[in-house]
Structures are given as C-alpha cells and as structure tokens.
C-alpha cells in the first residue's frame, strides 16, 4: 500500500485517549488522498442537489441546429448528436449515478449484513442454507446475472436497484459472517451471556457494533461498484434509457467516439473522478478504523 | 438450606471430532458453596473447574451436555429451568467475572453502556437511574472519577481498572452467588492483591458468596474458607482452607503445595509433579493420579479409591488416608 509509511506515522501520534472520530480525523490530515476523495465526494453531492444552478441548459431540451458541436464558450463540454448540451447532461447525470451508488449498496449492506449475522451466529443448517445461495451469486458471473434480472424485471431504475442488490449482498453477507464467528467466540460475547443477555441483542449490540467499521468501508468501497454496474450495464443497453446516466451517455457517444471525443471524454472522465473519490476514502477509512491494528 | 449452591453428581461430557463416545470432562463433582462464604476450586489447566463453572452458569459449549447430576441454587434445580429462565438468573442471582479483563469487556462500546446494559437487564430502572447506579457500582469498586470513566473506551483503562469494571458489573445486582473464574491471574501482583481485598469486601458488605476458581493456592489462602481440590475432573480432597494448608491428604495436593516457589531454601530446584494430566479419553483404571503419584501400589492402579471423610469434613480420594 501506498500509505505504509503514513500509517505507520498516525499510529505513533496516536493517543490512546483519542475515540475513533479523532483517529478519522488524524488519517485525514495525513492521508490527503482520502482528503481529497472526501472533498470531491462533496463536490458531488453538492453539484447534484444544485444541478439547475449549475447547468445553464435543460439536460434533455433538443436542438438540432446545435448538433454535435465541440466544447465553446455556450457548450462547456459540446453538444451530443440530438443537440443537447453535454455539460447539463453531466451536471444532473450526478444524480442518476449518486442514486445508483448509494441506495442499491445500502440495501445490498442491510441485508448482507442481516444474512452474515444470522448465518454466523445462528450457524447449523441456516449458515448452510445462507451461504450456499451466497455461493450460487458469487459463482455466477454478475454482470450476466444483472443483465437477466434487468431483463426479466425490464428496464427501470427501481429494476436497476434490485439488480445491483442482488449481485452485491452475498459479498457483504460472508464478509459479516466471518466476522460474527470469530466475535461470537470472544471472552465479552461469553462476559455478556453470563450477565444475561438476550441472544437478539448479543448479535445488534455487541457483535453489529464490531463489525462496523469493516461495514462503512465495504460500504465506501461497494458505491464505486455500483457506479461502475450501472455504467457497464448502460453502456450496454440494459439500463434505464430515460435516466440521464452517465454509463448512458458514454454508450451513446460511442459511435462518434472519432468525430466528437467529448461526448465520452465528459462523462467518462466523471465517473473515473467519481469512482476514485469513493475508493480514496474507503482506503483511508480501512485504515483509520481498523481496530485491531491499534490494539 | 445453608448453602446457595450445592452441586450433586455433576457428570459434563463433551462431543468432539465426530467419535461416538463423549469425552467425559467432569466425573461426579459434588461441592458447595456456604450462604456468605467463599470457596475455592483448585486445580492445573483442564482438571474441569471451568467446566464445572460453566455448567452452573449454563453457559457449556454447543458440544457440551450436563448429562446428570443436579445444580441447586438456593434449592432450585437449575438444569431443571428453562433457557430464557437460566438467562433471568445469569447477571441477577449468579454473575461470573472471567480470566482476561484485557478481552472480558467488548472493546467497541462504553464502559458505561456496558454497566449499564447489564443493571437495566434485570431491573425495571429507567436510563438515568440505572445510569445513577452504574455510577455507584464503579465507585464502590474503587474506579477514581466514575461519571468521567462512564464515557471510556476498555482500551483507555488499565487491566486493573478493567477487572474493577467486570467486578462493578457483576455484584450491580447484588448476586447471590458469584463465580470468579481466575479473576487475577492476568493481573500484577499489587493489582492482585488490590481485587482480592475488593471481593472480599463486596461479599462481606453485600453478602454475596463467592466459587473462587484458581490454580493460586496463594490466592485460595488469602481469601477462601474452605477449598475443593480437583483432579482430572473429579474432587479429590476438600477441607476448610487451614485444615488444607497444615495438613493435606492427597499427594496430588501435596505436590501442588511442594510446587509453590519458596525463598529458602537457597539454591533447590522447584519441585513439579511428574508426567501430565492424563487424557479425557484414555483415563487410568484405577486412581487418576496413581500413574503421577509417587506413592502408587498395585492396588492404585487397579481399584479406584473412593471420596472418603478423614476426619471432621476433611475429604480425601486416596487408599492412604
């Protein structure tokens, strides 16, 4: 890793009183490729909520006089071959990308995250049962197994959720899993027992809590996933063909790829900034959290 | 009834590597614990004491099964309850403070939270009150500015502090019984001393009878009064702790006393008592200590001796008596 030496440099300045905002916080200051994933993320957000200040054009308003035009003064970043201004189009294509990022990995996160917990603490027949139909999603290739969902279910962005959820929760689920056996077998999980403590809170309040910093990173670092699905399965034709996405438009610009660069450079260039951003944080976060680097 | 718990023949076995017989890791224990007093479990690593813990706090592994015998707290058959019964009693009526208070306290919640949890489990107590309560505990067991330690991590005490914690927790209840499973063996020697004194001004205080489990006859000296000795997993000596330490019956104890590390005199080498603990499932025929035992006959090997009074309580599982 890149950050070896960084790391090595926040543990040593590290004070043992510090909570784990504060050791976040210090991985910040030193590791400025998370900083900067940080602040781009928040570019982000704040460029989709603000999306009609920003972009002086309607994304989808056609107008063929304006035509495939290079990137000008009137048309930051050109014009696609229907006349729409491609920078208005990057601007709210934020949207459609932030939206696939963050709902399908929260749902795939909640419901891995239930799975592991019960297949691990539970264990027997049902971490069988459980994790052999983890096995099943992981051993089918994703992209093939999305393209079906998106397929059968048809092509919406709600389809596009469900798809993404599919394909990324056994992931998540053996992750939580391993973890919850390893926990479970601890001396406080025994501490807590002994004081009797039911199992349901055992496993959301003293098992859940110590799996969560692995949890946010899977989670920073499942977002750029999503993004990236949601491209690939765009850019093929399975995605949602009235979202504004950026996967859409690349898929799109393909055929004047030669003529009119700009119409893939643009949003190809935003979702590598996009994708990079997420996944600078999700590293300095592993770092920053990882708790038994510490100890 | 004089004594809080009393156990009967207790017999634990465990499944292991899929072989059809069960290890058998505790073999008829019977012992009991005196309302108000402290009784110690000695014994070398695998003998069965924290089995035997286990079973009164029904806490055995999945693989292990008491298959008979009896648990009396109070009178009551515990292995009689039912599992949501059991979970009433852990941490209200019996608490268990374990070895490591280093791993013993979840390292990603508060001590606070975790005191907490544990009054508002087997108490009505709103948030603030048991919060109030918790604060009491932690400074009943001697914690220096309990309301700012509430907001610590584990991490941010010290291996004392932190078994002060597990302590504090325990006896918030005000339990009947509590089991302390080798609760200073991972400790200093001062801090070892500090915790003893501190359980036995609990039990004095509150009135809680303690099972001291340890293979420190220092500490069972220091704070029991009476003691079982055990043997691969059964009992084979009790007496009440100065019966004990002036004149022990068993060789097996015996050589646990001659094991203790002694100032004088100069320049001896440490005696240790040969060979080791024998195998869960190749156990000997007759006498379990006989193939360690420097005064083994032919009739220890052959015939096992029987737990017999030697006068005035003191119990002995040995042909010499």
Redesign the interface.
């Given at each position: 890793m890149s950050n070896n030496k960084d790391a090595r440099l926040f543990d040593a300045e590290i004070q043992p009183n510090d909570g784990p905002l504060a050791s976040i916080l210090h991985m910040f200051r030193v590791n400025h490729a998370a900083l900067l994933g940080l602040i781009l993320i928040l570019l982000i957000i704040l460029m989709a909520i603000f999306a009609p200040f920003i972009a002086r054009y309607d994304p989808n308003q056609l107008n063929l006089i304006e035509m495939r035009k290079p990137p000008s003064p009137a048309h930051w970043f050109g014009t696609d071959d229907m006349g729409r201004d491609v920078f208005a189009r990057v601007v709210y294509g934020s949207r459609t990308s932030l939206l696939i990022g963050f709902v399908p990995s929260l749902i795939s996160l909640i419901l891995g995250t239930v799975l592991g917990l019960l297949a691990g603490y539970v264990g027997g027949r049902v971490d069988d049962l459980i994790m052999r139909l983890a096995d099943v999603v992981l051993a089918f290739p994703s992209l093939l197994l999305a393209m079906v969902v998106m397929y059968t279910l048809g092509s919406s962005i709600l389809n596009m959720f469900i798809a993404l959820s599919i394909i990324n929760w056994a992931g998540t689920a053996r992750v939580v899993r391993a973890q919850t056996l390893s926990i479970k077998e601890t001396e406080f999980v025994e501490a807590a027992r002994s004081m009797g403590v039911s199992r349901l809170s055992i496993v959301f309040k003293h098992i859940l809590p110590n799996c969560l910093p692995n949890l946010i990173v899977l989670f920073t670092l499942d977002i750029p996933g999503a993004i990236m699905w949601e491209s690939s399965m765009s850019f093929l034709g399975v995605g949602d063909p009235n979202a504004a996405s950026w996967g859409l438009m690349v898929s799109q610009g393909k055929s004047y790829a030669y003529m009119c660069p700009w119409l893939i450079l643009a949003p190809g260039i935003a979702i590598l900034v996009t994708v990079m951003a997420f996944n600078f944080l999700g590293d300095g976060l592993r770092d920053a959290m990882d708790p038994y680097l510490k100890s | 009834m004089n004594n809080i718990l009393e156990i009967r023949d207790l017999i634990v076995s465990f499944a292991s590597d899929g072989r059809k017989e069960r290890a058998v890791a505790v073999n008829g224990v019977s012992l009991s614990v005196p309302k108000g007093g402290i009784v110690g479990l000695v014994g070398e690593s695998g003998c069965g004491k924290s089995v035997t813990s286990l079973s009164v706090?029904g806490?055995l592994a999945?693989n292990g099964r008491v298959d008979s015998g009896e648990i009396l707290l109070d009178g009551e058959d515990l292995l009689k309850l039912s599992d949501r019964q059991r979970?009433?009693?852990?941490?209200?009526r019996i608490?268990?403070i374990?070895?490591?208070p280093m791993?013993?306290?979840?390292?990603?919640?508060t001590i606070g939270h975790q005191v907490t949890?544990?009054i508002r489990?087997?108490s009505d107590m709103d948030k603030a009150a048991a919060r109030a309560r918790a604060i009491e505990m932690l400074d009943k067991v001697g914690i220096p500015e309990p309301e700012k330690r509430m907001g610590n991590?584990p991490?941010?005490l010290s291996g004392g502090m932190r078994q002060r914690v597990?302590i504090g927790?325990?006896m918030a209840m005000a339990p009947e019984l509590l089991i302390a499973d080798e609760p200073t063996t991972a400790l200093d020697v001062s801090i070892e001393a500090q915790i003893l004194r501190l359980m036995r001004d609990l039990q004095r205080a509150g009135g809680t009878s303690i099972l001291m489990i340890t293979h420190n006859l220092g500490v069972v000296a220091e704070l029991c009064d009476e003691v079982y000795v055990m043997y691969a997993g059964e009992v084979v000596e009790h007496a009440d702790v100065y019966t004990l330490f002036r004149e022990c019956a068993h060789p097996y104890t015996r050589g646990l006393m001659a094991s203790l590390p002694r100032m004088t005199p100069k320049g001896k080498r440490l005696y240790n008592i040969p060979g080791t603990v024998p195998n869960l499932r190749a156990m000997p025929q007759g006498c379990r200590f006989a193939p360690r035992c420097e005064y083994a006959t032919e009739h220890c090997h052959s015939e096992k001796p029987a737990l017999k009074d030697i006068g005035g309580g003191h119990l002995c599982r040995c042909f010499r008596g």
């Amino acid at each position: 890793m890149s950050n070896n030496k960084d790391a090595r440099l926040f543990d040593a300045e590290i004070q043992p009183n510090d909570g784990p905002l504060a050791s976040i916080l210090h991985m910040f200051r030193v590791n400025h490729a998370a900083l900067l994933g940080l602040i781009l993320i928040l570019l982000i957000i704040l460029m989709a909520i603000f999306a009609p200040f920003i972009a002086r054009y309607d994304p989808n308003q056609l107008n063929l006089i304006e035509m495939r035009k290079p990137p000008s003064p009137a048309h930051w970043f050109g014009t696609d071959d229907m006349g729409r201004d491609v920078f208005a189009r990057v601007v709210y294509g934020s949207r459609t990308s932030l939206l696939i990022g963050f709902v399908p990995s929260l749902i795939s996160l909640i419901l891995g995250t239930v799975l592991g917990l019960l297949a691990g603490y539970v264990g027997g027949r049902v971490d069988d049962l459980i994790m052999r139909l983890a096995d099943v999603v992981l051993a089918f290739p994703s992209l093939l197994l999305a393209m079906v969902v998106m397929y059968t279910l048809g092509s919406s962005i709600l389809n596009m959720f469900i798809a993404l959820s599919i394909i990324n929760w056994a992931g998540t689920a053996r992750v939580v899993r391993a973890q919850t056996l390893s926990i479970k077998e601890t001396e406080f999980v025994e501490a807590a027992r002994s004081m009797g403590v039911s199992r349901l809170s055992i496993v959301f309040k003293h098992i859940l809590p110590n799996c969560l910093p692995n949890l946010i990173v899977l989670f920073t670092l499942d977002i750029p996933g999503a993004i990236m699905w949601e491209s690939s399965m765009s850019f093929l034709g399975v995605g949602d063909p009235n979202a504004a996405s950026w996967g859409l438009m690349v898929s799109q610009g393909k055929s004047y790829a030669y003529m009119c660069p700009w119409l893939i450079l643009a949003p190809g260039i935003a979702i590598l900034v996009t994708v990079m951003a997420f996944n600078f944080l999700g590293d300095g976060l592993r770092d920053a959290m990882d708790p038994y680097l510490k100890s | 009834m004089n004594n809080i718990l009393e156990i009967r023949d207790l017999i634990v076995s465990f499944a292991s590597d899929g072989r059809k017989e069960r290890a058998v890791a505790v073999n008829g224990v019977s012992l009991s614990v005196p309302k108000g007093g402290i009784v110690g479990l000695v014994g070398e690593s695998g003998c069965g004491k924290s089995v035997t813990s286990l079973s009164v706090m029904g806490l055995l592994a999945d693989n292990g099964r008491v298959d008979s015998g009896e648990i009396l707290l109070d009178g009551e058959d515990l292995l009689k309850l039912s599992d949501r019964q059991r979970r009433d009693i852990r941490g209200n009526r019996i608490s268990m403070i374990f070895q490591e208070p280093m791993t013993s306290l979840n390292p990603v919640l508060t001590i606070g939270h975790q005191v907490t949890e544990a009054i508002r489990r087997h108490s009505d107590m709103d948030k603030a009150a048991a919060r109030a309560r918790a604060i009491e505990m932690l400074d009943k067991v001697g914690i220096p500015e309990p309301e700012k330690r509430m907001g610590n991590f584990p991490h941010q005490l010290s291996g004392g502090m932190r078994q002060r914690v597990m302590i504090g927790m325990g006896m918030a209840m005000a339990p009947e019984l509590l089991i302390a499973d080798e609760p200073t063996t991972a400790l200093d020697v001062s801090i070892e001393a500090q915790i003893l004194r501190l359980m036995r001004d609990l039990q004095r205080a509150g009135g809680t009878s303690i099972l001291m489990i340890t293979h420190n006859l220092g500490v069972v000296a220091e704070l029991c009064d009476e003691v079982y000795v055990m043997y691969a997993g059964e009992v084979v000596e009790h007496a009440d702790v100065y019966t004990l330490f002036r004149e022990c019956a068993h060789p097996y104890t015996r050589g646990l006393m001659a094991s203790l590390p002694r100032m004088t005199p100069k320049g001896k080498r440490l005696y240790n008592i040969p060979g080791t603990v024998p195998n869960l499932r190749a156990m000997p025929q007759g006498c379990r200590f006989a193939p360690r035992c420097e005064y083994a006959t032919e009739h220890c090997h052959s015939e096992k001796p029987a737990l017999k009074d030697i006068g005035g309580g003191h119990l002995c599982r040995c042909f010499r008596g």
